[in-house]
């Protein structure tokens, strides 16, 4: 139990479809991120989400819309993704975004592309 | 941009083998995390170091903060079957002082 708790863990979809990612965090911390991490490459930051509000976002195709309703709950939501956006998909929180506050990630989504 | 070298890529050893790897930075670092991440799961904070020189201990996990701020360094000793993973370097300074990772170290350990 990591504090993290994704969902669904794994999601296989079409390239035209819509669907979206859960994430939820029960550790009371105020900011929250969103990685990409594929095969053989450092982890890539997508958003960053601190007190609700976007503080980043890191060049990513509009195709992926993030959302936070709260400061326990993100989502990110898809649609029209391409095959090379297969990859595990992290969430992360931590206490504030700067100094030296360490994140904690859940187990991630496997998303598959077909 | 800034750029985290973690090496070795993957390391084969023998259960109760020492390991060691480490990263290296371009820029100097104010923080340095060391994470393991277990297949199927997300990764899980072992160590986190914040000052030049610091030495910090998790068990049989070892980590230092390097004297330069440019690099770090994990330590296993007496490796168990259960230590298999990627472990992933994470530091934080530079220019953006954003958390930028390592590519990971696989570690299998034969029994």
């Known amino acids: 139990e990591t504090g993290v708790t994704q969902t669904p863990r794994h999601l296989v979809m079409g390239m035209t479809n819509k669907k979206s990612l859960k994430c939820e965090q029960h550790l009371g911390h105020n900011a929250m991120y969103w990685y990409k991490q594929s095969a053989k490459k450092p982890l890539e930051l997508m958003f960053v989400y601190s007190l609700e509000e976007r503080v980043e976002n890191n060049s990513v195709p509009s195709r992926f819309s993030p959302e936070c309703p709260n400061s326990s709950h993100l989502f990110l939501h898809l649609h029209t993704l391409q095959p090379e956006d297969s990859a595990l998909y992290l969430c992360?929180?931590?206490?504030?975004?700067?100094?030296?506050?360490?994140?904690?990630f859940g187990d991630g989504t496997r998303l598959s592309i077909l | 941009g800034q750029q985290l070298n973690q090496s070795p890529q993957s390391m084969f050893i023998q259960e109760g083998e020492d390991v060691s790897m480490n990263c290296t930075s371009s820029?100097?670092?104010?923080?340095w995390l060391w994470y393991k991440q277990d297949p199927g799961e997300g990764p899980v904070l072992l160590i986190a170091?914040?000052?030049?020189?610091e030495l910090t201990s998790n068990g049989r996990l070892t980590a230092q903060f390097g004297i330069t701020r440019k690099d770090s360094f994990l330590n296993i000793s007496a490796s168990i079957p259960s230590d298999v993973g990627i472990y992933f370097c994470a530091g934080r300074g530079g220019a953006t002082n954003k958390l930028i990772f390592g590519t990971g170290t696989l570690l299998a350990v034969q029994p």
């Open positions: 992360a929180s931590s206490h504030g975004t700067g100094g030296g506050q360490p994140q904690h």
């Open positions: 170091l914040y000052k030049a020189g």
């Open positions: 820029s100097i670092f104010n923080t």
